[in-house]
């Protein structure tokens, strides 16, 4: 049976953070398993004056187990529901958590890797039994795309989250794009499991032996490459 949790064990979102609370919930799944969090995910890419890439908004919805365990002891007034205003410290904690992990975001511009500012505008929201995370990563010096591609990738290197492009009609939005711009999806080729499940060969000791800067996790990449004419 899981044990209980005090409400700040959820409040910090990352490999580490989500380790150290699968941990503490006695779900640790047997060994060699990963993933351990499912992550659907939307990304909105803004654009400003001068057709330039100023930013990308996401929109993560965590697996229901994981956001059940975030949200305990976040009702503050009883009523049953956790309402985005009590939800809005866990995701401040959360966005900037995310820091350490480079936001499991990728973006180029015209074959040129780009740096992120500080994340602003942390949202949560509950949906029906599944917790919702959104926030606005902006450039820290917004490029002009041009005719050049602008491709986003957002994975986690040790795959111990595993997300997914959701199905969604609005799951990749271009916001003041210029004229002709399209995005595309690409999903990975190999799927990311649906449950926890062993790998052959792979021990947990390979995935704790895995970094920020590994490639593991990057075969379940998932990639919204924007054209413009």
């Known amino acids: 049976m899981a044990s209980p949790i005090a409400p700040q064990s959820a409040r910090c979102f990352g490999a580490s953070s989500l380790a150290a609370l699968v941990l503490s919930l006695g779900l640790a799944a047997p060994a060699s398993a990963h993933p351990h969090v499912w992550v659907t995910s939307k990304a909105?890419?803004?654009?400003?004056?001068?057709?330039?890439?100023?930013?990308?908004?996401?929109?993560?919805?965590?697996d229901a187990s994981y956001s059940a365990s975030a949200i305990q002891g976040l009702d503050a007034n009883g009523d049953g529901t956790v309402s985005p205003d009590e939800l809005a410290g866990l995701a401040?904690?959360?966005?900037?958590?995310?820091?350490?992990?480079?936001?499991?975001?990728?973006?180029?511009?015209?074959?040129?890797?780009?740096?992120?500012?500080?994340?602003?505008?942390?949202?949560?929201?509950?949906?029906?039994?599944?917790?919702?995370?959104?926030?606005?990563?902006?450039l820290k010096s917004p490029v002009a795309q041009g005719r050049g591609v602008a491709a986003l990738e957002v994975f986690d290197p040790t795959y111990f989250v595993a997300f997914s492009l959701s199905e969604d009609a609005d799951t990749a939005r271009l916001v003041g794009a210029p004229s002709g711009c399209a995005a595309t999806m690409t999903r990975p080729k190999k799927e990311a499991p649906k449950t926890a499940?062993?790998?052959?060969?792979?021990?947990?000791?390979?995935?704790?032996?895995?970094?920020?800067?590994?490639s593991y996790g990057v075969q379940f990449a998932n990639r919204i490459i924007v054209a413009c004419p």
């Not at 959360?94 to 992120?116: D, M």
């Not at 942390?122 to 599944?130: L, N, S, T």
């Not at 062993?198 to 920020?212: Q, V, Y």
């Open 44 to 62: 909105e890419i803004d654009y400003g004056e001068g057709g330039k890439v100023t930013g990308i908004r996401h929109a993560w919805t965590f």
């Open 197 to 214: 499940d062993a790998k052959p060969g792979m021990s947990e000791a390979f995935f704790e032996a895995l970094t920020n800067a590994s």
């Open 92 to 138: 401040t904690d959360n966005t900037a958590n995310l820091a350490e992990f480079a936001y499991f975001t990728k973006l180029k511009v015209g074959g040129k890797e780009q740096t992120f500012g500080d994340p602003v505008e942390p949202r949560m929201r509950m949906e029906g039994d599944k917790l919702t995370l959104s926030f606005l990563l902006p």
